[in-house]
């Protein structure tokens, strides 16, 4: 079978997104995280449908918010579900293409590794939404989240050992039988394997934390001088320095600078601007209030000159510990 898994600067005909309400996730923050998704919204459906899941009671005062907002409804689509929290990218499918025909691949999804139990039932959320069902699928009864792989829709694969590799996702896999997979869910020729991923990320070490393709032949990767991620992104940038594609080729690679940014409680979070979203006319980068800010989305405009770059204040839904890559999974134009 022919498989294709596009990167995500190709066309989106959507982007799925899930609204937010979970006090667990986003304590005394949630108006203010809804805030922020109303203009996430905004943004996207100047180019493309947003596909918004929804619990049923909530529909009409979205729709009131979104309104309020002037955000463009006729390119919004609701979708009822029963979720618990909003990480479309890691619950949600991934897109591909089987023998050039729209598909999607289902992760099993354990909640990072059962560390959340009150999010497993989000494993359910794709066998409630009948609109998925147009597409072929492919259940993949392999455990993993999206965010935890980055392609480059030419056959390779960016993920961490941190997390594929331990042992809460799928236990006595190898590299090999892991490359197998991934070969066959998703047509991948060859996997870049980095190391570890942020302190004090609960995914694991998702690698949209840390490294993204921007182009076939190139990747931003995170970079800090100082503190305790100075050793984990050293390690990983040796690792990409000596990296090739799957034909051989290396690659070019550009720093982002990491910003630091810590809990009301003190603990550092696991921020980044590496978790940016890339959509049709926009590229949506986390920020922070931090130093680095406006030099993350002076590196992006570089990377993506037909793009508009917009920054999108993160410092809420960052207590949720993912960002703007998180909440998103694009649904690419199938043909």
């Known amino acids: 079978m ?44 100047e180019s493309e449908t947003v596909k918004l899941i929804v619990r049923p009671h909530q529909k009409r005062e979205i729709i009131e918010k979104l309104a309020e907002g002037k955000v463009e409804m006729l390119n919004v689509e609701f979708y009822e579900a029963d979720y618990a929290d909003v990480w479309t990218r890691d619950w949600g499918p991934s897109f591909v293409t089987q ?21 497993l039932k989000d494993d359910t959320v794709v066998d409630q939404i009948p609109a998925f069902e147009k597409f072929a699928r492919t259940d993949a009864g392999f455990v993993m989240e999206g965010g935890a792989i980055e392609g480059n829709g030419a056959g390779t694969i960016l993920t961490t050992e941190e997390c594929l590799l331990n042992i809460n996702r799928n236990a006595g896999m190898s590299r090999e039988d892991i490359g197998g997979k991934f070969d066959q869910l998703l ?63 290396t690659f070019n690679l550009i720093p982002l600078p990491l910003p630091r940014f810590s809990y009301d409680w003190g603990e550092e979070a ?15 980068v986390p920020q922070f209030g931090d130093k ?33 890559h998180c909440i998103t999974q694009q649904e690419p134009i199938f043909g």
């Open 2 to 45: 022919n498989i294709h898994f596009p990167p995500e600067w190709s066309p989106h005909t959507a982007t799925w997104l899930a609204w937010p309400y979970d006090t667990t996730s986003f304590p005394d923050r949630v108006p203010a995280v809804e805030r922020e998704y109303v203009r996430i919204i905004g943004v996207l459906a």
């Open 99 to 119: 023998n050039k025909k729209p598909a999607f691949v289902k992760w099993t999804y354990n909640a990072y590794g059962e560390r959340f139990p009150e999010l």
């Open 187 to 249: 047509g991948t020729k060859k996997i870049i394997w980095l190391k570890k991923g942020l302190l004090n990320d609960h995914t694991d070490g998702h690698v949209d934390e840390i490294a993204r393709f921007v182009a076939h032949d190139t990747i931003l990767y995170a970079w800090t001088e100082e503190g305790a991620n100075h050793e984990i992104m050293r390690e990983n940038l040796e690792i990409l320095k000596s990296a090739t594609d799957a034909n051989g080729r």
């Open 270 to 284: 696991p921020a980044s601007y590496c978790n940016f979203y890339i959509a049709n006319k926009v590229v949506l």
């Open 292 to 324: 680095n800010d406006e030099q993350a989305k002076e590196i992006l405009r570089i990377a993506y000159p037909n793009r508009t770059i917009i920054g999108i204040d993160s410092t809420d839904l960052i207590y949720g510990g993912g960002g703007m």
